[in-house]
Antibody, heavy 123, light 111 residues
Framework: EVRLLESGGGLVQPGGSLRLSCAAS????????MSWARQAPGKGLEWISL????????YVADSVKGRFTISRDISTNTLYLEMNSLRAEDTAIYYC????????????????WGKGTTVTVSS | QSVLTQAPSVSGAPGQRVTVSCTGG?????????VHWYQQLPGTAPKLLIY???NRPSGVPDRFSGSRSGTSASLAISGLQVEDEADYYC???????????FGSGTTVTVL
């Protein structure tokens, strides 16, 4: 069974930093592209960032570009999201997502979602 | 403002068929990028419902079906059941934004 377990969320002041982790199991982590997505309170879904299965290519949404960095460690089957210069509008549930698809990443779907970890940015 | 437009809500009686629509533009659905659908039950994480416009992952009932035409896509739920009450989101890729985009979400209510 595919399992994605996020951790690292919490309360942080504006301008602060946080590092989210996602422990993956039940599939060959090194063979799958992964993403982070988020959902602000009472709002819809927003894709944040994707990392290729090799880890050498990343894509980032404009809303977090220059502030958030995605990375992965295949030795521990862990996905990370480094978040800097946090703003109130970054307050959301952050989901770790296993991607599904072959070929160009533009056609991938978001196959399996973790339960999420909550990030609150407030003074 | 979501790039993909969905009606805020749709409702139907048990057993009926309802349709959730998703309208995009020339840089996403109209450009030929696949549309995927997600179901989010209250208080839970989203779940992939339809991928590649028409395909159901293993375990998804065949009451759920997807289609795409031009700059729009639709999710149909036939034989509506109480447990189908949820938020439904469409998703595609947008070449202008160079990223994945979601619809604003549609809440399906079973009367």
């Amino acid at each position: 069974e595919v399992r994605l377990l996020e951790s690292g969320g919490g309360l942080v002041q504006p301008g602060g930093s946080l590092r989210l982790s996602c422990a993956a199991s039940g599939f060959t982590f090194s063979s799958m592209a992964m993403s982070w997505a988020r959902q602000a309170p009472g709002k819809g879904l927003e894709w944040i960032s994707l990392i290729s299965y090799t880890g050498d290519t990343t894509y980032v949404a404009d809303s977090v570009k220059g502030r958030f960095t995605i990375s992965r460690d295949i030795s521990t089957n862990t996905l990370y999201l480094e978040m800097n210069s946090l703003r109130a509008e970054d307050t959301a549930i952050y989901y770790c997502v296993k991607m599904r698809g072959l070929g160009s990443h533009q056609y991938y779907s978001m196959d399996v979602w973790g339960k999420g970890t909550t990030v609150t940015v407030s003074s | 403002q979501s790039v993909l437009t969905q009606a805020p809500s749709v409702s139907g009686a048990p057993g009926q068929r309802v349709t959730v629509s998703c309208t995009g533009g020339s840089s996403n659905i109209g450009a030929g990028y696949d549309v995927h659908w997600y179901q989010q039950l209250p208080g839970t994480a989203p779940k992939l419902l339809i991928y590649g416009n028409i395909n159901r992952p293993s375990g998804v009932p065949d009451r759920f079906s997807g289609s795409r035409s031009g700059t729009s896509a639709s999710l149909a739920i036939s034989g509506l059941q109480v447990e189908d009450e949820a938020d439904y989101y469409c998703q595609s890729y947008d070449s202008s934004l160079s990223g994945y985009v979601f619809g604003s979400g549609t809440t399906v209510t079973v009367l």
